[in-house]
């Protein structure tokens, strides 16, 4: 039997992490089996347990990875409070909401995340801080911690107001709630 290489298999990983992002933020946490996720990676059932102890394990790497990659946007915006508009813009858009698997963690899974283990709660509690610092910063540059219950409730606000325009029938009236 042949070993791979430490790269071959962390490649590997982060792939199942990937693609596992996508299947949990389209098909939910508990709607996305490991053969599935696996198949998704274009590995085999048996390779899962090289990778992760168990499916919260990689749950909890996923959801960190999401909101870690959410976070690293925000390094790639304009400076200042143009900069989080566009944040706030492109968050509340049709695009994003109409492509789930894309796009944030929290408002696809916060539900599910609410009921996984503790360590998915502590990876997304990490990522949601982070985020968190990242407006913050954007609200006030000088004294970010200032900012820091405006930030908490413009996150919160984005991600109700995604989520309330995914869960109506009526486009028309969904847009209305988006930027």
């Known amino acids: 039997m042949a070993r791979y290489t430490?790269?071959?298999?962390?490649?590997?990983?982060?792939r199942i992490i990937e693609t596992a992002g996508h299947r949990f933020k389209q098909d939910g946490i508990d709607g996305s089996g490991i053969s599935t996720l696996m198949a998704d990676a274009g590995l085999t059932?048996?390779?899962?347990?090289?990778?992760?102890?168990?499916?919260?394990?990689?749950?909890?790497?996923?959801?960190?990875h999401e909101l870690r990659t959410l976070a690293d946007?925000?390094?790639?915006?304009?400076p200042g409070r143009e900069g989080l508009g566009d944040f706030v813009r492109g968050y509340l858009s049709p695009e994003h909401r109409d492509r789930p698997g894309t796009g944030c963690p929290s408002a696809a899974l916060l539900d599910?995340?609410?009921r996984c283990?503790?360590?998915?709660?502590?990876?997304?509690?990490?990522?949601?801080t982070d985020i968190v610092e990242e407006i913050a910063a954007r609200l006030a540059?000088?004294?970010p911690q200032s900012a820091r219950g405006r930030a908490i409730g413009?996150?919160?606000m984005m991600v109700g107001t995604l989520q309330l325009s995914?869960?109506?029938?009526d486009r028309k009236f969904a847009d209305e709630f988006l930027v």
């Open 45 to 64: 059932n048996g390779a899962f347990y090289a990778h992760f102890a168990s499916k919260d394990d990689m749950v909890a790497n996923v959801v960190a």
């Open 117 to 128: 283990a503790d360590g998915t709660k502590q990876a997304y509690t990490e990522g949601a």
């Open 166 to 169: 995914r869960a109506l029938a």
């Open 154 to 156: 413009l996150f919160t």
């Open 73 to 78: 946007q925000c390094d790639t915006l304009r």
């Open 141 to 143: 540059p000088a004294d």
């Open 6 to 14: 430490k790269e071959h298999k962390q490649v590997a990983r982060q």
């Open 112 to 114: 599910e995340i609410g």
